[in-house]
């Protein structure tokens, strides 16, 4: 019985040692976050009363109240509003007889408890024993909804250190009380707006929110929240949806998971037909097609990979930006290339030739000449647009012929890795052809930039094509110009003419 009391007593001083601790921690972590001095932390010397039920903390605090003075805007009621995490208790900040502000905190037993060891001590243990009180620990489920939303943020926050920051945000920073028009308090993260807010009450509230009202007044949505505020949510059957722009100002991760869950669902299909279009413009881009491709033992590899259900998945994941059609078809191409050895270069010749017999082209009118092979048929890549004068390289397509690129083209190296496929090719230099090229100029706008831009062009010998401006809030002008000229020569002298231009200040060809 005396090895038992001797262990209570310990246990006791242990616990007063810990709080402490936690109450100098406190204290430090006031002054740093708030920048205030130790003369402006009124919790400095702190009082805690621990009674038996929320009917006696009330009594309690009524017995403070009337004993001594209590501070002005010092009075928080975490009971009446608990806080994320559970945590419940009256804070009061009272003057002492010398003038010396002391805090007080007044809660019940268990509330204690929950302050002390987590909301895991509900379920943890039936009887609890503290200090040798025995209560009984009831399971509510409504104590319970803030670990089960922590669990749904860990689904759809796969990366640990976001999940991290998240949980930080929500349990551990300054909130935000405000309330529904029928008077229910809704507890949100410092900075929240009528967003975060339409959120929390449900879903598709936020999902159809249109506009606001902040105590009776229209508001713009993106409003910071004060607490106190009394929110008034528009909502309408033919709103379009939100926007992606509201992640930039909601500060509650429920919000941010439920605008980011509707654009996955409400946008699948016209991400299925994105996806579609991006992989199939991969697959032409390397020289192959899809039949070749997307068989069942090339691409159920793949889909394991990336854990991927079905193609629909996977395409739904390329057109909503989750991932790059190029990895998805470098995967592919894996498991193709285990069953089909690329040819050597005599045989891709050979190709060649039979496409050109096949469809009777005739000599092409590219101005390229292909090593070894008469009257190949050649195409010049979109993606860099080479013009007489570049250095190129020749990539032999399946079924299209020869693909001539720049050297310096962004494709190239990843033409590269297929040597066998690689043939020299040059410009033929009695060819007397135009070739189409782009330009990107930028400029700080001003009155008649374009009419000299125009000017400029028409000095030369290029042949204007198209014109496409657009003009950034900071005022800088982006046009985008397509011209024809017959070599790099000319192409350079269309470039120091338009530099010359005033307000003009870069210059480029598009590649």
Request: net charge positive.
């Amino acid at each position: 019985m005396a090895d038992i009391r001797v262990a209570l007593k310990k246990q006791h001083i242990e616990a007063e040692v810990t709080g402490r601790a936690k109450h100098l921690y406190s204290i430090y972590r006031k002054m740093k976050r708030d920048n205030k001095t130790l003369d402006q932390i009124y919790d400095l010397f702190a009082l805690r009363i621990l009674v038996n039920s929320i009917k006696d903390c009330y009594a309690a605090l009524g017995v403070v109240h009337e004993l001594y003075s209590p501070m002005p805007g010092r009075f928080k009621d975490y009971i009446a509003v608990p806080k994320p995490n559970m945590y419940q208790s009256i804070h009061t900040t009272l003057l002492g007889e010398k003038g010396t502000p002391f805090e007080v905190q007044i809660r019940t037993w268990d509330m204690h408890r929950v302050a002390e060891y987590g909301i895991a001590a509900h379920w943890a243990y039936k009887e609890a024993s503290y200090f040798g009180r025995k209560q009984s620990v009831k399971v509510e489920e409504d104590k319970l909804a803030w670990l089960r939303e922590t669990l749904e943020w860990q689904k759809d926050l796969q990366d640990p250190q976001e999940f991290l920051d998240t949980l930080k945000t929500e349990l551990f920073e300054d909130e935000v009380y405000v309330f529904t028009p029928k008077g229910a308090i809704k507890v949100l993260p410092r900075g929240a707006t009528p967003i975060d807010f339409a959120y929390s009450i449900h879903a598709e509230i936020g999902n159809h929110m249109t506009g606001c009202k902040i105590n009776s007044k229209m508001m713009p949505i993106i409003t910071p929240l004060k607490s106190g505020d009394i929110i008034e949510i528009i909502t309408s059957e033919n709103s379009k949806g939100p926007s992606r722009d509201w992640l930039k100002f909601v500060k509650s991760t429920t919000a941010k998971n439920r605008i980011k869950s509707w654009f996955k669902k409400a946008q699948k299909e016209e991400n299925i037909e994105k996806g579609k279009e991006l992989i199939e413009k991969e697959i032409k881009r390397i020289g192959y097609t899809h039949t070749d491709l997307f068989k069942e033992k090339y691409i159920d590899p793949m889909l394991d990979k990336y854990k991927y259900k079905n193609l629909d998945e996977m395409y739904s994941a390329v057109g909503f930006g989750a991932n790059s059609p190029v990895k998805v078809i470098a995967r592919v191409l894996q498991e193709y290339r285990k069953d089909h050895k690329e040819e050597n270069i005599e045989e891709k010749m050979q190709e060649l030739a039979s496409i050109q017999k096949e469809k009777r082209q005739k000599p092409s009118s590219s101005g390229i000449i292909v090593k070894g092979i008469d009257n190949c048929l050649v195409k010049l890549s979109k993606c860099c647009n080479p013009l007489p004068g570049d250095e190129i390289v020749g990539y032999i397509t399946k079924g299209r012929g020869v693909s001539v690129h720049c050297k310096d083209c962004v494709n190239v190296k990843d033409l590269l890795t297929e040597e066998n496929r690689m043939i020299d090719v040059e410009w033929y230099k009695e060819a007397k052809e135009n070739y189409s090229v782009e330009i990107e100029l930028l400029a700080n706008d001003r009155s008649g930039l374009l009419v000299d831009i125009l000017t400029a062009l028409k000095e030369t010998k290029a042949k204007l094509m198209g014109v496409n401006t657009k003009t950034t809030k900071e005022r800088i002008a982006i046009i985008d110009i397509n011209i024809e000229v017959e070599n790099i020569e000319e192409l350079n002298k269309v470039l120091k003419s338009l530099r010359k231009v005033d307000s003009v200040y870069e210059v480029r060809r598009k590649k």
